[in-house]
């Protein structure tokens, strides 16, 4: 099923499931009304304490009768515990940066307050000169999680999502390490929803394509992860405990703006379109500050 947090007018901020196509969603009010299940107001308990399961068995019952362009996508999970990201988790793209890939996680942690809305726009302040996108497959953290195998480390997903790690070069350069440069409010556009990993048969074979301004920059299948989501989600099992509701951002493909010979980086007005199969689309347009 596919959850997402929505604004309107009328029931201001909720949680809705999305039609299988992607256009109608039903709200949590309505869910109630239809299943006769009391789903709580929190998407959290809905997601992670057994409501959705209950809610699932009842899906014939549901009618989504909303449009979507009526309401206005919020960031799908509120205030994660973590935002774990991965660098240089793509063959290609490692081969462009010139760098041999690590056999573990390479990891760096954005705040929550870089989280942004899939339709927003992305804020840069005007010191940045080298701004760039990345397009990366997000997965979702579905219960507690400690020293988890390889081999179980799916049971412990609740689905995935998009997320945009959009990155400050210039700072990232200079820092030498990348939170400031990729922690920047808005820098971290994601949904547009959460797909639940039973639509997903197999995260490693999805593809991801990035547009600027329509044109195709990034177009990679997830299969060129150097680590795959069982080994990521396993190998940081065990020093960290992974939390219901944390984020981890499995790394980005080829085709940023810092490996072309000529790096073409993100301008004011821009739009970046972010695609991910079976996951949706994100469109933010860039403006600087």
Known sequence: MKIARINDAKVKETYALVSDDGRRLVIRQEIQEQTGIPVPPSI?????????????Q????LAFKRRIEDVELLVPIPNPPKIVCLAFNYYDHA??????PSDEPVIFMKPRTALNRPFREVICPSFVTRLDYEAELAVIIGKDTKKVSEEDALDNV???????????????????????????DTFAPCGPWITTKDEVADPQNLLITTKVNG??????PSSNMVLSIR???SALSRTMTLEAGDIISTGTPAGVAMSMKEPRYLKDGDIVEITIEKLGTIRNRIVFQ
């Open 231 to 233: 080994r990521i989600i």
């Open 95 to 100: 081969r462009d940066a010139g760098l041999t």
């Open 215 to 220: 044109e195709i920059r990034q177009n990679s």
């Open 158 to 184: 609740f689905g995935y999502m998009i997320l945009h790690d959009v990155s400050a070069r210039d700072i990232q350069f200079k820092d030498k390490q990348f939170t400031r440069g990729k922690g920047i």
């Open 44 to 56: 959290k308990d809905f997601m992670f304490h057994g409501w959705l399961d209950e809610v699932r």
């Open 58 to 61: 009842q899906k014939d019952r």
